[in-house]
């Protein structure tokens, strides 16, 4: 598969341990993506419509 197919997904920036070398960079920020769309589907969960 080429590598910009690979990046589409989030699995694409997670290394193959012990295999590729794991960058603390990564997590983090993937780690920061993740709590930032759990936040956002949280509040509009509150937020939503109900008649």
Avoid: C, H, N
């Avoid at 910009?4 to 993506?33: N, R």
Wanted: proline share 8%.
């Amino acid at each position: 598969m080429p590598k910009w197919l690979e990046k589409l997904s989030p699995y694409g920036y997670i290394p193959q341990l012990p295999v590729e070398q794991s960058s603390a960079s990564t997590l983090i920020g993937m780690t920061i993506i993740a709590l930032v769309g759990i936040s956002v589907g949280l509040f509009a969960y509150r937020e939503r419509d109900l008649s």
